[in-house]
């Protein structure tokens, strides 16, 4: 039989590896839902800037036509 001592000591160190072990994966989930909605948010981003692109080449070419500058400003937008 090991003495209560030894047996109190193991205890308390289980538990010190159980509580890390949960915070450690607690912290990895909320880093991995981090990087989702991070990854989300660029998506977005690209596709709104992608969106805004296309209205400015609409808007070069409409306003000065098959001009040079209209060329140059619908190329500038893509």
């Given amino acids: 039989m090991i003495p209560w001592v030894t047996a109190v000591v193991i205890?308390?160190?289980l538990a010190a590896i159980l509580l890390t072990i949960g915070w450690a994966y607690q912290t990895a989930n909320r880093l991995d839902r981090l990087h989702v909605r991070y990854d989300l948010s660029w998506q977005a981003?690209?596709?709104a800037l992608a969106r805004r692109a296309v209205v400015?080449?609409?808007v070069a070419?409409?306003?000065y036509g098959?001009?040079?500058e209209g060329r140059r400003l619908a190329a500038r937008a893509a």
């Fill in 45 to 47: 981003l690209d596709g």
């Fill in 61 to 63: 070419v409409e306003a």
């Fill in 11 to 13: 205890a308390v160190l």
């Fill in 56 to 58: 400015a080449r609409a």
């Fill in 66 to 68: 098959g001009g040079p």
